[in-house]
Every structure is written in structure tokens, then in C-alpha cells.
């Protein structure tokens, strides 16, 4: 199955190739428009993507694909009220990414309880059928007090799972994918697909 993902972020890309190894996933084209994500939760987003990806590949695609999938996650912080959210990939643009956490963390409070979550939401399209799938899962953790290590991207540097003194950062790719929020909603996705397949 050719999978059309509907995000230029690299990391993303790399991370689903691995949880979906059975697909064959294409990045959203350099060429093609910036995909909108103005919703106010993160079920909003990945379905506003989803459907922008699908209306514009099916008039302006090279090549056919089979589906279109999207993904809006985040952190979530109880300190920061649920902060960033839906706003965790536009907190602090322009930054480098470790600037961009340490702004973060700069943000609470010294006393601050510490509680974090990450969140995805997956919007998977068949195509031609433009028929809405969602798949959503987290994970509780905690933020650490700087960045710690150099795996995954994003907030994963300072993100502590819950069971675990090390960051997503630092945490070996296995570990992270048998328990990160993207591994459970592709898991879902999978889950559902197989099922499919086989008429259930």
C-alpha cells in the first residue's frame, strides 16, 4: 500500500517508515501547498490535513497512491494549562530546536508539578473513497529540568515517559516505539487495516 503523508517534517517521516513498515510512505511534495492546520484541538487538525492532502493530490499528484495520512500531536503541559497543544509544532518558530525546548522549560514556574502528555491523533484517508478514519493515543510522562539526548526530534529531549528516568532523547528508538503516542495510533492503524483486510 502507497501511503501519502500528508508532512514535509523529516521526522515524522522517518519515524512512521518504521512504524509502518509494511507501507510504502511519501512525503508531502516541496512543490505542493503548505498544508492548513488552523483547528482548535488536535482531531481538527489531522482531519483538516488529511482532506486538504486528498482534494489536492487527486488533481494536481504525480503518481497514484492508496491512502493519505495525517498526524497532529503535541505536548501537553499541566503547568502551561495544556500548553503547547495544538500549538507545539508553532511554540517558539525559528528557533533550533533545543533553544526552542529550553524556552519551554524556562516557562515554569521552579515549583511547578512537572506532569506532561503527549497526544497524537492519526486521520487516515482511503483514497478515492474520502471516508475519515481516526486512530489517537498518548502517553503520561513528565518534563525534565534541560534536554537530555540526541534521538527522536522535537519535544523528545525533554520528555520523560512514566517508569523511566530518561528522555524519549535518550531512550533507544525501540524502546520509544513500543511506547511513544505515534507507536499506539499507528498500532491502532494497523490493527484496523489488518481487520479490514481480512473482512472482519
Known amino acids: 500500500m502507497r501511503i501519502l503523508l500528508a508532512s514535509r517534517n523529516p521526522g515524522k517521516l522517518r519515524e512512521f517508515s518504521g512504524l ?5 510512505l511519501l512525503p508531502w511534495p516541496t512543490d505542493a501547498p503548505e498544508i492548513p ?14 482532506s486538504f492532502a486528498c482534494d489536492w493530490w487527486q ?6 497512491v492508496d491512502a493519505v495520512l495525517a498526524d497532529d500531536s503535541g505536548l501537553c503541559v499541566d503547568a502551561l494549562w495544556g ?3 495544538v500549538l507545539s509544532a508553532r511554540f517558539a518558530s525559528g528557533l533550533p530546536n533545543d533553544e526552542k525546548n529550553r524556552r519551554l522549560l524556562a516557562m515554569l514556574p521552579p515549583d511547578a508539578v512537572r506532569t506532561a502528555r503527549f497526544v497524537c491523533v492519526l486521520a487516515f484517508m482511503p483514497m478515492p473513497s474520502s471516508v475519515l478514519r ?4 498518548s502517553v503520561e510522562g513528565s518534563l525534565a529540568m534541560e534536554p537530555r539526548g540526541q534521538h ?15 528522555t524519549f532523547g535518550e531512550l533507544s528508538n525501540d524502546v520509544k516505539a513500543s511506547l511513544s503516542h505515534r507507536a499506539k495510533a499507528a498500532q491502532a492503524l494497523r490493527e484496523a487495516l489488518a481487520n479490514l483486510a481480512m473482512g472482519r
Open 59 to 64: 488533481g494536481n499528484g504525480a503518481g497514484s
Open 83 to 85: 500548553g503547547p497543544g
Open 37 to 50: 492546520e488552523d483547528g482548535a484541538f488536535f482531531r481538527d487538525n489531522a482531519g483538516q490535513k488529511a
Open 152 to 166: 527522536g526530534f522535537g519535544y523528545d529531549p525533554i520528555f520523560m515517559p512514566d517508569g523511566f528516568d530518561q
Open 20 to 24: 509502518l513498515p509494511d507501507f510504502t
Open 134 to 137: 481516526f486512530f489517537e493515543a
